[in-house]
């Protein structure tokens, strides 16, 4: 008993608890202790003969997940690249099952329906659009407008106004006044939108110049409006982004001379807008796509934009 005894007060000797625990490695030796001698626990009342079962139990299912971890055989793993995908489509298309996953991944995977159903995310309640998604989905059937201020040469302030299709960032129309009206936006409105190409709402501010006249015009054509807060114009955040741009990319680059000069100067640059200025919400794109050149030889050119401020660069024949 004395012998027994030993190796237990060795271990308690470095115990501060008020209940006596064993180490890992110390419930390691008593089972091993008990397969070859099981009448250790006899002397000793500390332990029980269903604890050292117990805890041989626990290691045998920890050395058979070692071994469950180590492969060698069976059905290979399947890529790691192949699961991202797999969730990323299932995020992306929500209304998607597995059977409309696995089809489109048959185009290049070899993958079966159960693997796909394994890897896609799972959701607790019925999917939904994301607001970037519904926004995009409603950007064809909306416009913005309003109206900037430029300063000519002779301090006289002219007003620019501008309409822009949210589905592509196009600016469909502009004009130049000194004295903006509610007839005159009117008109501009009439001018920008035929009837067959007319939005479903068109944003805008609280402006004064958006009087009645102008919102009869915007009726007759069959357009909603949708008004922002109050000293909110980032509740209309195309346009404003719009106008910002012009802003940076010409206006503080020039100085006006007159309504003329004006318009010359902003034709020029919603050119270069349109056809050669890359935009990160089109995918680095421009709102009419340029072509993308294959050819890997030939020097290349640069096409100046709006009287040499910006540039277009191009692989010349």
């Not at 091993?32 to 003969?49: A, Q, T």
């Not at 926004?135 to 430029?150: I, M, S, Y």
């Not at 949210?166 to 600016?171: F, N």
């Not at 357009?223 to 010409?250: D, K, S, Y």
């Amino acid at each position: 008993m004395k012998t027994t005894l030993i190796p237990l007060l060795a271990m308690a000797t470095h115990r501060n608890r008020r209940r006596f625990h064993f180490r890992q490695r110390e419930r390691i030796f008593w089972v091993l202790l008990y397969c070859l001698w099981p009448g250790c626990v006899d002397p000793l009342r500390i332990l029980k003969p269903d604890t050292l079962l117990r805890w041989h139990r626990r290691g045998f299912r920890l050395y058979w997940t070692w071994r469950s971890r180590a492969r060698r055989g069976g059905r290979p793993p399947n890529p790691q690249d192949l699961q991202d995908l797999i969730r990323r489509m299932s995020q992306e298309n929500p209304h998607w099952g597995a059977p409309r996953l696995h089809g489109e991944l048959l185009l290049g995977f070899e993958v079966s329906q159960a693997t796909v159903a394994k890897f896609m995310i799972r959701r607790r309640g019925p999917p939904s659009r994301s607001w970037r998604t519904f926004l995009r989905n409603q950007a064809p059937r909306l416009a913005g407008v309003d109206l900037f201020t430029v300063p000519t040469v002779t301090f006289r302030i002219l007003y620019v106004l501008v309409v822009l299709r949210l589905d592509g960032r196009r600016v469909i129309h502009f004009n130049v006044t000194q004295h903006p009206t509610s007839q005159g936006a009117g008109q501009q409105i009439v001018e920008a939108f035929p009837w067959d190409e007319s939005p479903r709402y068109l944003l805008r501010d609280r402006d004064g110049v958006y009087g009645a006249e102008f919102r009869r015009r915007v009726k007759a054509l069959g357009i909603g409006e949708v008004l922002t807060a109050p000293r909110a114009p980032w509740q209309n955040p195309f346009v404003e982004r719009l106008i910002g741009q012009i802003r940076r990319g010409c206006q503080n680059h020039v100085i006006v001379r007159s309504d003329d000069h004006l318009r010359r100067v902003l034709r020029s640059y919603l050119a270069y807008y349109h056809t050669a200025r890359t935009h990160f919400a089109l995918g680095k794109q421009s709102p009419q796509p340029r072509p993308i050149e294959q050819r890997a030889r030939g020097r290349i050119i640069a096409l100046p934009h709006v009287g040499g401020l910006h540039h277009e660069y191009r692989r010349a024949a």
